[in-house]
């Protein structure tokens, strides 16, 4: 079973810098993307950023140009730097990764969709 445990969160002032990451516990094939998501009590899981395994990057349009999600493939972890915090960034951060294996000779794949437990941004007006 994969594990992906998320570090990094905690209480920052308006305007401050954090860095999150997001640890695997091991080396998983296939991955199409690995993303990050946050969720405020009471409200949707939102999706904001999202890296390709082809490298390809996209943002929620509230992150543009604050965050950058980026993958140390050596280390096996995902981080999400995240700059000019804002208030309404207060939310539980969640590290997701997706893809597929084969599981057959015919090439049939298998989906899997790994979540972490989250950490938690705070930001001080």
């Known amino acids: 079973q994969v594990q992906l445990v998320e570090s990094g969160g905690g209480l920052v002032q308006t305007g401050g810098s954090l860095r999150l990451s997001c640890a695997i516990s091991?080396?998983?094939?296939?991955?199409?993307?690995m993303a990050w998501y946050r969720q405020v009590l009471g409200k949707e899981r939102e999706l904001v950023a999202v890296l390709t395994s082809g490298g390809r990057t996209n943002y929620v349009d509230s992150a543009k140009g604050r965050f950058t999600i980026s993958r140390d493939a050596a280390l096996n972890r995902v981080y999400l730097q995240i700059t000019s915090l804002k208030p309404e960034d207060t939310a539980a951060y969640y590290c997701n990764v997706k893809g597929a294996v084969v599981v057959n000779v015919e090439g049939a794949k298998r989906e899997y969709d790994y979540w972490g437990q989250g950490t938690q941004v705070t930001v001080s007006s």
């Open positions: 091991r080396r998983i094939s296939g991955i199409t993307e």
